[in-house]
C-alpha cells in the first residue's frame, strides 16, 4: 500500500490523464488491469492508488517504488509499452512524472 511520509527513501510516481466522461470508464478498467496483471507484479512495485474527478474528466495515477530504477525499468519493458499504447487511445494527454515527498500533514 502507498505510504506518505518525508521519513522514507522512495520514488513517487503520479500520473495525470485528461479524458472525456465517455472513455473515463474505459481507462479506468485499463489502468486497474494494468496492475493487477504487470506493474503490481514488477520488482520494487510498493503500492498504487487510482484518483477520479466528479466530472471523469481526469484521472491521477499514484504509485510507489522502491527506487527511480525499478520505475525506469517497468516503463521499458514491452508490455508496459503495450499498455501505454492503449492509455494513449484513451485519453487527450498522460503524464507521468517522479515525485519526492517533501511534507505531510494529519
Not at 3 to 19: A, N, P
Not at 68 to 73: G, N, P, T, V
Not at 82 to 88: I, L, N
Not at 99 to 104: A, K
Amino acid at each position: 500500500m502507498p505510504r506518505i511520509s518525508t521519513d522514507i527513501d522512495l520514488q513517487t510516481v503520479i500520473t495525470t490523464f485528461e479524458v472525456t466522461p465517455a472513455t473515463c470508464p474505459d481507462l479506468l478498467d485499463e489502468l486497474r488491469a494494468a496492475c493487477a496483471d504487470f506493474v503490481a507484479k514488477q520488482p520494487g512495485f510498493i503500492g498504487a492508488a487510482i484518483h477520479v474527478n466528479d466530472a471523469q474528466t481526469r484521472v491521477a495515477n499514484y504509485v510507489q517504488w522502491e527506487s527511480r530504477e525499478h520505475f525506469q525499468a517497468m516503463l521499458r519493458t514491452n508490455e508496459m509499452q503495450a499498455y501505454s499504447q492503449k492509455f494513449a487511445a484513451l485519453c487527450k494527454v498522460f503524464e507521468p512524472v517522479m515525485y519526492d515527498v517533501v511534507m505531510t500533514a494529519g
